[in-house]
């Protein structure tokens, strides 16, 4: 037993390793310049404008539904008006970012990972490396810049989304008044909760890219191996945000705390 623990604290304290080696020289390549412009909008274009839908959907039934059960539990204590402000704070805090993190891993980080891993399993980045090009300039920088780019926009077309469909919801089907339903939430929502908001779409963009690249790099095995990464980067991905958004919010508390 022990050993078998020891050899999985040694195993994921190189994978650790390796994550951070990667980031270290994808930030290098960033600060020196080295950002293929063309390469970044197109990846912009492929994972955050197609990313759109999916996520607006998402954002909208949450929004929905958290309104309705808010409202459902609200009313029995003749609290109405209160559903507002904790749709809005719950989405911009906590299920907005993470809803679309989930959302972008399973869709994003699924494809980083199989298109870097074809490449790795045929040969085309050892072609790269022979012809002068370093692959995390060509693979990494491009799809690093362009989700860190993206993410925190597409937090923030989940929460409008998920705000106008609680609102109509709230107060074109279950009756709330929509004074007090858009006063409160104005009232209980600044400038804190939309860059708590920012700031966890930009880690989460950071975490799905760097591991499912991590993935697609590390890929063996031929098809096999392909077919394994995808699989292993949503959900390294997706437990990877899970886990940091309980430290975040510890952390965003103490920076931006609620007034």
């Not at 040694?10 to 951070?20: D, H, K, P, R």
């Not at 697609?216 to 990877?240: D, F, K, Q």
Request: charged fraction near 15%.
């Amino acid at each position: 037993m022990l050993t078998t623990l020891g050899r999985s604290a040694l195993s994921f304290a190189s994978y650790l390793g390796e994550v951070a080696l990667l980031m270290r020289d994808t930030v290098g390549a960033i600060l020196l310049g080295k950002i293929r412009w063309r390469l970044v909008m197109f990846q912009i274009a492929e994972m955050g404008f197609r990313s759109q839908l999916v996520v607006s959907v998402t954002g909208a039934f949450t929004g929905a539904v958290f309104a309705a059960q808010t409202y459902f539990q609200f009313h029995k204590l003749g609290m109405d008006s209160a559903v507002g402000p904790v749709v809005s704070l719950s989405m911009f805090r906590e299920l907005g970012p993470v809803l679309t993190g989930l959302m972008v891993a399973g869709r994003v980080g699924a494809a980083i990972a199989a298109e870097i891993g074809t490449m790795k399993v045929t040969e085309q980045i050892d072609a790269l490396r022979a012809l002068g090009v370093q692959p995390v300039d060509y693979l990494v920088v491009p799809r690093a810049t362009a989700l860190m780019i993206s993410m925190p926009l597409l937090v923030v077309e989940c929460v409008g989304f998920s705000l106008i469909a609680g609102w109509f919801v709230a107060t074109q089907v279950l009756g709330v008044q929509e004074a007090f339903f858009l006063e409160n939430m104005r009232r209980y929502t600044d400038g804190y909760d939309i860059a708590w908001a920012l700031s966890k779409g930009f880690v989460f963009g950071v975490i799905i890219v760097f591991l499912s690249c991590y993935e697609g790099l590390n890929a063996r095995e031929g098809a096999v191996g392909v077919g394994r990464a995808p699989t292993e980067a949503v959900v390294r991905c997706s437990l990877s945000i899970l886990i940091s958004n309980f430290f975040l919010s510890f952390g965003l508390n103490i920076i931006f705390p609620t007034v």
